[in-house]
């Protein structure tokens, strides 16, 4: 095993970070490093925490680590910003609001952002958690913005996935609900001494009963089903007996009210997933968006240094399709063939 | 030339919505109809509506095509969803908002939503895009929630990106406008009528200033620096005299107040483009921006068919990488390998 493995394997904060760096890095030889860590891998329970801009996601965040840290567990956290980094402000605004514990040895921060066009945010969250994973960390919480595809991935690499809604964000917001019901295991009403916080609730709930009556009665139009069936993932099927209620639970994080109510609330889930059977389906569904998210970006890594090598640089590839001299789709063909 | 394409060159709307269908099947027919349409696209003119949920997106685009078709030109419209398709609701949302162009031939509109963890939105995006344009649409409106790293990308398939903020969104906000700085070809306060717009577009400008004085004075810290030599893409450089300047429009669109000055926005920028000589750059932008997207689905979908060939279904791997038996990035490795 490799030096760097075992410092991390120790619980090494330096070693980790000099790891994901190189992970951030699309250095190959973090993977080697990975693949040693693997076999170490599966301890930690994972907690995300999603939703919108402006719902207070970091200062719940900030919260959850000073209770976790409360009953003497150790922390791991990755804000995963989808934003670009060109600014550093979003980045260095999560930084902020978390660094009352900068000097607490037992809660290791982590930011990842966008890089650009080459995407693989998924990716990098499902590799820095099985690091974190592999120095010990009891508990980790990956925080993201909710609304994106590669964020809704990102949701489903946790055990539990709370879903963050403030009052008062207007009528298209039902949109976002309507797509994240699905993957909340615990609902959270931030912010709730606003107006309008009951109003969330009661939508939230009505939506939850939405849900069962769309199970019970599949929708016959046929774009729906046609697109139901594209769909991956075992969500769609009834849960039956064994099936789990998202709590609601109202706080005010910014004034540290409802977190213990949060944590019974992951607590009970946690419960759930062990005393259900459960677990086992949902690593299975953690595993997979891990190995998808992967998959993806070491493919196309390989793809475009085959383009790189056959056609010219990507830029200059980008130039000749631009005036309609190359074909993407044949291209794509060409290239993907060799994957095959 | 097949039948198809031919129907969708003379600008027939069942034929593109049948190509658009087995886009979204991923039917492998589709590309070879893609392949035939591509030498006829590059008419189209592309506008971007993004920015957060709630922002009114919808309503704004419906009333930018009732615009263009006074004006006589045809539209089409791509509503990208990224959150799931489970309950239908948001995208029937789509739909009920525009509908009252559901019997204007004039006006062809498309929902797209995320399939499950196989992504491909901007993929998906990119190829209803030429199918769009090879059947003459005159504008294409692409609106999406302008907030994930997948969402971003599908921005940069426009030619004008319009970023819609609107008043009262919270201080969190400012995180996601530092991110969406860099793609906004114009700025639209929307809902301009509620308290605190003027704030938004105080706001706006500090961060145009500030993007400035970070271009003249890039930041030292040395992770800032990391990333940023990691991000792809042409605009990291300092853009010189030529630079264009994102106006700030101010609209209600639910009244139909400050359409003009948008359109004119648009124009002027449109204008700026073909003038400066910029045009070519940002089609070279937006190639790129297609063909990743397209490798990256394109080799994912052979490398995934590779692993059920050679390992089993992706279901029975996951569960074996769960169980720590498999190693998710030996795996990866293997199938990129074969992809170099």
Redesign the interface.
Do not use: W
């Given at each position: 095993m490799s030096a760097l493995a075992q410092s991390i394997l120790s619980g090494e904060v330096r070693a980790a970070s000099r790891l994901m760096?190189q992970i951030?890095?699309?250095d190959p030889a973090a993977?080697l490093v990975?693949?040693e860590l693997?076999?170490h891998?599966?301890k930690a329970y994972v907690i995300g925490i999603t939703g919108?801009?402006?719902?207070?996601?970091?200062t719940l965040t900030d919260r959850l680590i000073a209770w976790y840290r409360k009953q003497g567990k150790s922390v791991g956290v990755i804000a995963v910003?989808?934003?670009?980094?060109?600014?550093?402000?979003?980045i260095l605004?999560?930084r902020i609001r978390m660094q009352g514990h900068a000097t607490d040895p037992g809660v290791f921060i982590r930011s990842l952002?966008?890089?650009?066009?080459?995407?693989g945010?998924s990716r990098a969250t499902g590799d820095c958690l099985k690091v974190m994973d592999a120095m010990g960390r009891e508990v980790i919480i990956v925080e993201t913005?909710g609304?994106?595809?590669?964020?809704?991935?990102i949701a489903?690499l946790a055990h539990t996935t709370c879903v963050v809604l403030?009052p008062?964000?207007?009528?298209?917001?039902?949109?976002?609900?309507?797509?994240?019901?699905?993957?909340a295991d615990a609902f959270v009403v931030n912010k709730a001494d606003l107006d309008g916080s009951d109003r969330v609730v009661r939508e939230l709930r009505a939506?939850l009963e939405?849900?069962h009556a769309?199970k019970a009665h599949p929708?016959i139009?046929h774009d729906?089903q046609?697109?139901?069936k594209?769909?991956?993932?075992t969500?769609?099927q009834p849960q039956g007996d064994g099936e789990w209620e998202p709590p609601i639970v109202k706080t005010v994080a910014a004034r540290d009210q409802g977190l213990a109510e949060l944590a019974e609330a992951i607590d009970l889930h946690r419960a759930f997933l062990e005393t259900s059977g459960q677990k086992?389906e949902r690593?299975?569904?953690?595993?997979?968006?891990?190995?998808?998210s992967?998959?993806?970006d070491?493919?196309?890594?390989?793809?475009?240094?085959?383009?790189e090598r056959e056609k010219g640089n990507?830029?200059e590839?980008?130039?000749q399709?631009?005036q309609?001299k190359l074909?993407?789709?044949?291209?794509?063909?060409e290239?993907?063939?060799?994957?095959?």
């Open positions: 760096r951030d890095d699309r993977t990975l693949r693997f076999a891998t599966g919108s801009p402006g719902a207070g996601k970091s910003d989808p934003t670009s980094p060109f600014t550093g402000g979003a605004g999560d952002a966008t890089r650009g066009n080459l995407g945010l913005v609304v994106g595809q590669d964020e809704i991935d489903q403030v008062g964000m207007g009528d298209d917001i039902q949109a976002i609900k309507a797509g994240i019901l699905e993957i939506m939405l849900r769309v929708p139009d729906e046609h697109r139901l594209g769909a991956v993932g969500r769609l086992q690593e299975v569904r953690r595993a997979e968006t891990q190995l998808v992967l998959l993806r070491r493919l196309l890594a390989a793809g475009l240094a085959r383009l990507l830029a590839v980008a130039a399709i631009a309609l074909d993407p789709y044949a291209l794509a063909d290239l993907a063939g060799a994957a095959k």
